[in-house]
């Protein structure tokens, strides 16, 4: 058997329904059969125990579920478990699986031991109902993230499934109704649904332009999925808009959107419209950032670049850009070592961190003054992990830093990153 089936096996090994000794264990009363949604629930009741094993046993089920078939890899762990004990409890009473009576009255130790065909038969059978299970919970999805400040024209990546829409870009919108996706009369001009005071699904005040992913999986899987891509691109846009720039971008006391929506395609059985904010993506800045159409010429050059690395360097690439987004959207020490950490994901290798990242600078050709401030920083990165340092400034060899090179470590410490990140793919590929 596969180690899949064996898994599903010892599930149903481990799903008790008799109790056994004076310890308590949980239980778990429902009604067997499938339920129609938005109906009394009626059928039999019936109650299960779990012994110690059963819990490592629905996950190990529902790994080995996501990673079966390409249509699961966005699922969502806490989703596939549910779909999981779901369908054993949908199932128990089938006949051509289960002894129904016995699972009714308990008439055996456990779930297994109330089946009706060979093992290997009885356990493909329950495969297939978790995966029909599954696929009624899939389906495409179009989530969307609410941008401040960053004056953008419309564009997409076709290649990573994901593009910018300018708020009052009304073409660029309608394209996207064109695919499918059920928007009920939600346009980013007006984001409501029915009269002006329904705001549930407004976002907070202004915004610029909307971070748009297509995602296929279950509703937490494609927020999960979104939201990386949306880090992804939030961190080329910044890095692309700030090289460009003649001076720093600065954070405005502001609190950053956090708005997040997706919603469903007119082919997907789950039809929930669901404002499921997240953590911040896009820091909310003082001014606006004009980005040109030149400048989003170089945003498609990078992630073409990224799509003809390797699958390690592009997984490089995606932890490059995803903990660079998180030090955009953190302060001092922890906005310090994110961007380190940034680096380290491109180049970093166990055992020789600091000798890896120098030699991927120099591979880059960066200039020699850019490198040598790389010695000093990675310094600084050991006092904070180490504990040695609370905060940059505590840092011993802070000031000597800052005399020598007339710069900010925490400056350049982002500058570094940023350079290494828009650089690294045309390396790579």
């Known amino acids: 058997m596969t180690p899949l089936l064996s898994q599903i096996v010892r599930l149903t090994k481990n799903i008790l329904l008799q109790v056994e000794g004076p310890a308590r264990r949980p239980s778990v009363q429902f009604f067997a059969g499938k339920q129609r949604p938005f109906h009394f629930s009626g059928g039999l009741g019936l109650s299960w125990w779990y012994s110690n094993d059963t819990f490592q046993a629905i996950e190990n089920v529902s790994l080995l579920l996501i990673e079966s078939a390409s249509e699961f890899k966005d699922c969502d762990l806490e989703s596939v478990s549910d779909a999981v004990t779901t369908t054993l409890q949908e199932i128990c009473l089938d006949s051509s699986i289960f ?109 610029e332009c909307i971070f748009v992913a297509e995602e296929y999986g279950t509703p937490k899987g494609a927020r999960f999925s979104g939201i990386l891509r949306f880090r992804k691109l939030a961190a080329i846009l910044f890095a692309i808009a700030s090289e460009s720039s003649d001076g720093p971008f600065f954070k405005a006391m502001s609190h950053p959107y956090e708005f997040l929506i997706h919603f469903p395609h007119q082919l997907s059985k789950e039809a929930q419209i669901t404002r499921t904010d997240s953590d911040p993506v896009v820091p909310f800045y003082v001014a606006d950032i004009p980005v040109s159409s030149k400048e989003v010429l170089l945003i498609q050059n ?78 600084l990165r050991n006092e904070i992990v180490h504990g040695g340092s609370r905060f940059i400034s505590e840092w011993s060899r802070f000031g000597r830093y800052r005399q020598h ?19 690294a793919p045309y390396l790579f590929s």
């Not at 064109?178 to 984001?191: Q, S």
Request: charge should be positive; hydrophobic fraction near 40%.
């Open 99 to 207: 002894d129904g009576d016995a699972v009714f009255l308990r008439r055996n130790r456990s779930l297994f031991d109330c089946r009706v065909v060979p093992v290997p038969q009885f356990a493909a059978a329950i495969q297939t109902e978790m995966e029909s299970s599954l696929r009624r919970r899939i389906g495409h999805r179009c989530v969307l993230y609410a941008v401040p400040r960053f004056q953008v024209p419309s564009f997409s990546l076709d290649d990573d499934a994901v593009r910018l829409i300018k708020r009052d870009d009304e073409k660029a919108w309608d394209q996207l109704i064109e695919k499918g996706y059920r928007f009920n009369g939600w346009t980013p001009l007006r984001p409501q649904f029915g009269n002006d005071r329904d705001l549930t699904f407004a976002p907070p005040g202004n915004f």
């Open 405 to 423: 090179f007339q710069t900010q470590p925490a400056d350049d410490v982002r500058l570094l990153a940023q350079t290494v990140l828009l650089r």
């Open 302 to 379: 990078w992630y073409a670049a990224s799509a003809r690395c390797s699958s390690s360097d592009r997984s490089r690439i995606e932890k490059s850009s995803h903990f660079f987004n998180r030090g955009m959207n953190s302060n001092d020490v922890e906005a310090y070592v994110n961007y380190f950490v940034s680096l380290d994901a491109m180049f970093g290798e166990r055992g020789s961190v600091e000798k890896s990242i120098l030699r991927g600078l120099r591979e880059l050709k960066l200039p020699s003054a850019l490198v040598e401030k790389a010695t000093w920083l990675f310094d």
